[in-house]
């Protein structure tokens, strides 16, 4: 007895067989036909290349020409100079020794991610983040002023520039959105900062005149003026220079602290396993 699905098949086979390798060619067709913007000896610059290295967003017809022309000359050129280097120091093995140590780090690094993000948890928790703050406190002094508050910019010509003062001089949460109703009428620079404390440098450099630092007080405005305009700054809170930094604008730097100590410690145990195991098993061996 045949079995006539058997036979089907076996007719079809070549068939299927042709249909695929059309399909592969097809495809590998459509690669092809990639639009190649430039080539330097045999090695091709294409579109999606351009796409992935470019930001053209928000550029004119005449610029995005512009920063592509430049894109591809620096392209072309870097090639033609690495192949001129490479013929010069073919052969050179202080070179060769230093792009195999390279190509290790770079290989070392990217599985050493790929561990830390599978099997280590870099949970810190905040009872974790407290107790470091308190135990650690040498290294949380600060070295400048720290504030929070509110900062203004107006013109001295600005018709509304003493009812901002008055409102300065006490920006209460009450009167803060006539604050800044003010700013926008008189196009005056605006920074609200009283919810998250602030290093005085900082502070500087938001402002167009300079603000010399003095013995700020809670609850204090500080001026500067010029003949042009004058800048508010009313401290609602500050810690001075020398004194402890508050938990609150310390305990996003402990967290990195933490984070990377627990990353040294997995990573530095995994080494030493892998060592470990390296003796016992031969691939690492001692003289």
């Known amino acids: 007895m045949f079995d006539f699905d058997m036979v089907r098949m076996a007719r079809l086979l070549p068939f299927l067989v042709l249909m695929t390798l059309s399909s592969c060619d097809f495809i590998s067709s459509l690669v092809s036909r990639e639009k190649v913007v430039a080539e330097v000896l045999g090695k091709k610059l294409t579109e999606s290349d351009l796409n992935r290295n470019l930001d053209l967003a928000g550029l004119s017809p005449s610029d995005s020409a512009d920063a592509i022309d430049l894109y591809v000359k620096d392209w072309a050129s870097s090639n033609l100079m690495y192949e001129l280097a490479r013929d010069e120091f073919s052969g050179n093995k202080e070179i060769d020794s230093l792009v195999e140590?390279?190509?290790?780090?770079?290989?070392?690094?990217?599985?050493?991610?790929?561990?830390?993000?599978?099997?280590?948890?870099?949970?810190?928790?905040?009872?974790?983040?407290?107790?470091?703050?308190?135990?650690?406190?040498s290294l949380f002094y600060l070295q400048e002023?720290?504030?929070k508050g509110v900062l203004m910019t107006v013109l001295n010509k600005s018709p509304d520039y003493q009812v901002i003062k008055l409102l300065m001089e006490s920006p209460s949460d009450g009167n803060m959105d006539m604050i800044e109703s003010y700013s926008v009428k008189n196009a005056a620079k605006f920074d609200y900062f009283n919810n998250s404390w602030t290093l005085f440098s900082e502070v500087q450099k938001r402002c167009p005149l300079p603000i010399h630092e003095v013995d700020f007080k809670n609850g204090t405005l500080y001026t500067e003026t010029d003949s042009v305009r004058?800048?508010?700054?009313?401290?609602?809170?500050?810690?001075?220079?020398?004194?402890?930094?508050?938990?609150?604008?310390?305990?996003?730097?402990?967290?990195?602290?933490?984070?990377?100590?627990r990353k040294t410690g997995y990573l530095r145990s995994y080494r030493n396993e892998l060592y470990e195991r390296g003796l016992s098993n031969g691939s690492v061996k001692r003289y």
């Open 145 to 147: 002023p720290l504030l």
């Open 101 to 137: 140590s390279y190509r290790q780090s770079l290989y070392v690094y990217e599985y050493e991610l790929r561990l830390i993000k599978e099997h280590l948890s870099t949970q810190i928790t905040d009872d974790q983040v407290f107790t470091y703050y308190k135990e650690n406190t």
């Open 230 to 261: 004058t800048v508010f700054l009313y401290v609602t809170k500050c810690v001075s220079a020398g004194d402890m930094q508050p938990f609150d604008f310390a305990k996003s730097r402990i967290r990195s602290i933490l984070t990377e100590q």
